[in-house]
């Protein structure tokens, strides 16, 4: 009876035949997205690529089928040779940083890689021509479901569509919802490229719109202006702020010298934003990418400073583009991408050999999840590996090592320095789940920072104010605020006093969250109590 069903006239051989390159194609298509896709994401992009594929093969017309194929089969097959090439030569995905580098080669040097990397050409060209194959050999289907294929993948694409806008609109912003919904397809290494060329876009558009101020300068005492960017540093972990264990040793013994801020609060909870609008004329409101262009270093560049931009997190990427576009105008500039923060020690020290009144941006990566990968296991003080608290303690103490290493290269210059973090973080419930960024509506810890102004000994002047401000304050303003650091004044904006700029929002304090909903910070839930045995910092001001 078996041999009789396969037999070339029953057809079931016939049809296995025609079938066969649309089996390959899948089998291969799951072998490749294996090494490199988790499970579910594979199962999406096949839920796409094999309803393609029967509804390529049901028009009629060979030469508008394969014309129809060839931009979907082409990409498909560079897809999957570009993911076989990553994980065979580097054991990873496809990522970022390999789609930045097919964009910035040259023709020549793309075409000598082409020859170094052949067999990944002729897989691709094999990839291709059996995906053909599977078109023009796969039997048509009867007339009544020739569009089911076409059907299966229309919903497929909806739901992911759907999925996407509903992601943006709920939890975040930030990414593009393209992007989210590229990763289901079998494209999904357009990700690396799309998001390059947002970035290359972005970075270019801040850079390249410089305002001309009319501003007016006038000196302040201070040669060297030092601003240190923190990365999601809580002040509820800081002795400095009533905390009680001793994670601000360096920081605590500079106190007289400094303005402490108690309670400092980040315009956004994550980098991208919470950044820009520290050091741009970008409002929570009002975050169009053109106010980013009007940031505290063109402003220093035009009031005669020389402005330095080093920074421990990466050029690109989706929360780096519109930091990187500021950052882009600094006279000297430098991504160190170190295992540590120290690794700005070196351009730091640099920086400071040279003469004149300078501008100096240090861009850390501070306590970002996961903390226990910011700090050296000798710069270890608090003992228990794993646990988050100590962890993050530990990357909490690190930063403050850092600082105290630059205060003693700033005590003998005429020299002063801004700290805050970017934003807070809040915790995850349960002692063991650590600590994560504030998303839709966090709570108040995910905005709440440390930030203090620091002047050397040789700064003898009273411009600085030295004690504490004790009112709500957005780092927003920090833009303004560096400003009227540095002595420059700039007419288009209401000329306030520096005790003015400091007191003048105490009351309106409002932040945006991942999904662009601004809130006034004061009506925001507080953080739940941490659990049994851990202390947090005091109430009361320092």
Same mark, same amino acid.
Request: include cysteine; hydrophobic fraction near 45%; proline fraction near 7%.
């Given at each position: 009876?078996?041999?009789?069903?396969?037999?070339?006239?029953?057809?079931?051989?016939?049809?296995?035949?025609?079938?066969?390159?649309?089996?390959?194609?899948?089998?291969?298509?799951?072998?490749?997205?294996?090494?490199?896709?988790?499970?579910?994401?594979?199962?999406?992009?096949?839920?796409?690529?094999?309803?393609?594929?029967?509804?390529?093969?049901?028009?009629?017309?060979?030469?508008?089928?394969?014309?129809?194929?060839?931009?979907?089969?082409?990409?498909?097959?560079?897809?999957?040779?570009?993911?076989?090439?990553?994980?065979?030569?580097?054991?990873?995905?496809?990522?970022?940083?390999?789609?930045?580098?097919?964009?910035?080669?040259?023709?020549?040097?793309?075409?000598?890689?082409?020859?170094?990397?052949?067999?990944?050409?002729?897989?691709?060209?094999?990839?291709?021509?059996?995906?053909?194959?599977?078109?023009?050999?796969?039997?048509?289907?009867?007339?009544?479901?020739?569009?089911?294929?076409? =059907?299966?993948?229309?919903?497929?694409?909806?739901?992911?569509?759907?999925?996407?806008?509903?992601?943006?609109?709920?939890?975040?912003?930030?990414?593009?919802?393209?992007?989210?919904?590229?990763?289901?397809?079998?494209?999904?290494?357009?990700?690396?490229?799309?998001?390059?060329?947002?970035?290359?876009?972005?970075?270019?558009?801040?850079?390249?719109?410089?305002?001309?101020?009319?501003?007016?300068?006038?000196?302040?005492? =201070?040669?060297?202006?030092?601003?240190?960017?923190?990365?999601?540093?809580?002040?509820?972990?800081?002795?400095?702020?009533?905390?009680?264990?001793?994670?601000?040793?360096?920081?605590?013994?500079?106190?007289?010298?400094?303005?402490?801020?108690?309670?400092?609060?980040?315009?956004?909870?994550?980098?991208?934003?919470?950044?820009?609008?520290?050091?741009?004329?970008?409002?929570?409101?009002?975050?169009? !990418?053109?106010?980013?262009?009007?940031?505290?270093?063109?402003?220093?560049?035009?009031?005669?400073?020389?402005?330095?931009?080093?920074?421990?997190?990466?050029?690109?990427?989706?929360?780096?583009?519109?930091?990187?576009?500021?950052?882009?105008?600094?006279?000297?500039?430098?991504?160190?991408?170190?295992?540590?923060?120290?690794?700005?020690?070196?351009?730091?020290?640099?920086?400071?050999?040279?003469?004149?009144?300078?501008?100096?941006?240090?861009?850390?990566?501070?306590?970002?999840?996961?903390?226990?990968?910011?700090?050296?296991?000798?710069?270890?003080?608090?003992?228990?590996?794993?646990?988050?608290?100590?962890?993050?303690?530990?990357?909490?103490?690190?930063?403050?090592?850092?600082?105290?290493?630059?205060?003693?290269?700033?005590?003998?210059?005429?020299?002063?320095?801004?700290?805050?973090?970017?934003?807070?973080?809040?915790?995850?419930?349960?002692?063991?789940?650590?600590?994560?960024?504030?998303?839709?509506?966090?709570?108040?810890?995910?905005?709440?920072?440390?930030?203090?102004?620091?002047?050397?000994?040789? !700064?003898?002047?009273?411009?600085?104010?030295?004690?504490?401000?004790?009112?709500?304050?957005?780092?927003?303003?920090?833009?303004?605020?560096?400003?009227?650091?540095?002595?420059?004044?700039?007419?288009?904006?209401?000329?306030?006093?520096?005790?003015?700029?400091?007191?003048?929002?105490?009351?309106?304090?409002?932040?945006?969250?991942?999904?662009?909903?601004?809130?006034?910070?004061?009506?925001?839930?507080?953080?739940?109590?941490?659990?049994?045995?851990?202390?947090?910092?005091?109430?009361?001001?320092?």
């Amino acid at each position: 009876m078996l041999n009789e069903l396969l037999t070339p006239k029953s057809g079931v051989w016939l049809i296995l035949l025609r079938l066969s390159p649309l089996l390959a194609t899948g089998v291969l298509y799951l072998c490749v997205g294996a090494l490199t896709t988790r499970p579910h994401k594979l199962l999406h992009q096949m839920l796409v690529m094999v309803p393609l594929l029967l509804a390529l093969a049901q028009v009629n017309h060979p030469l508008l089928r394969n014309l129809l194929a060839l931009a979907p089969v082409l990409l498909i097959a560079a897809d999957m040779s570009l993911s076989l090439f990553s994980w065979l030569e580097y054991r990873g995905r496809f990522s970022y940083g390999f789609a930045l580098s097919v964009l910035e080669t040259q023709r020549r040097e793309a075409v000598g890689m082409l020859t170094v990397y052949r067999r990944y050409v002729l897989f691709f060209i094999a990839v291709a021509a059996i995906m053909f194959a599977a078109i023009n050999l796969a039997p048509r289907l009867p007339a009544r479901l020739n569009t089911l294929p076409l =059907i299966i993948m229309s919903a497929a694409l909806g739901i992911y569509t759907l999925q996407a806008v509903a992601h943006q609109w709920r939890k975040n912003n930030i990414s593009d919802p393209l992007q989210r919904v590229v990763s289901n397809l079998p494209v999904s290494n357009l990700n690396p490229f799309l998001q390059a060329l947002r970035d290359k876009r972005m970075i270019a558009s801040v850079s390249r719109r410089v305002p001309v101020y009319d501003l007016m300068r006038h000196d302040t005492g =201070i040669d060297t202006y030092v601003v240190v960017i923190g990365e999601s540093a809580r002040p509820a972990n800081m002795h400095l702020y009533g905390y009680s264990r001793p994670t601000t040793p360096a920081a605590g013994k500079e106190r007289p010298n400094m303005l402490l801020f108690t309670h400092a609060i980040s315009g956004a909870p994550v980098t991208a934003t919470a950044v820009p609008l520290a050091l741009s004329a970008a409002t929570v409101t009002d975050m169009n !990418v053109h106010h980013y262009a009007d940031n505290v270093i063109n402003i220093a560049n035009q009031a005669g400073f020389e402005t330095h931009w080093y920074s421990n997190q990466g050029m690109y990427g989706d929360y780096s583009n519109a930091i990187t576009g500021i950052a882009m105008n600094a006279h000297f500039r430098q991504w160190v991408n170190g295992r540590y923060d120290d690794a700005l020690l070196a351009p730091l020290d640099l920086a400071l050999q040279r003469p004149g009144k300078k501008l100096i941006v240090l861009h850390l990566y501070g306590s970002h999840p996961p903390a226990g990968e910011r700090y050296p296991e000798e710069e270890r003080y608090f003992p228990e590996p794993g646990d988050p608290d100590d962890s993050y303690d530990n990357a909490i103490r690190f930063t403050d090592t850092l600082l105290g290493q630059i205060f003693s290269r700033l005590r003998q210059k005429r020299a002063s320095l801004l700290y805050f973090s970017d934003h807070g973080l809040e915790r995850v419930s349960g002692k063991k789940n650590g600590w994560r960024h504030g998303g839709a509506k966090p709570t108040q810890a995910a905005f709440q920072v440390p930030m203090f102004l620091w002047r050397s000994p040789q !700064v003898t002047s009273g411009w600085l104010p030295e004690g504490t401000v004790s009112a709500p304050y957005s780092t927003v303003d920090n833009n303004a605020l560096i400003s009227q650091w540095m002595g420059i004044t700039l007419r288009h904006r209401p000329p306030l006093t520096f005790t003015q700029l400091l007191e003048r929002r105490n009351t309106e304090v409002c932040v945006v969250d991942t999904t662009g909903e601004v809130y006034r910070w004061a009506e925001l839930r507080a953080e739940a109590p941490p659990p049994p045995g851990i202390t947090t910092a005091a109430e009361s001001t320092p």
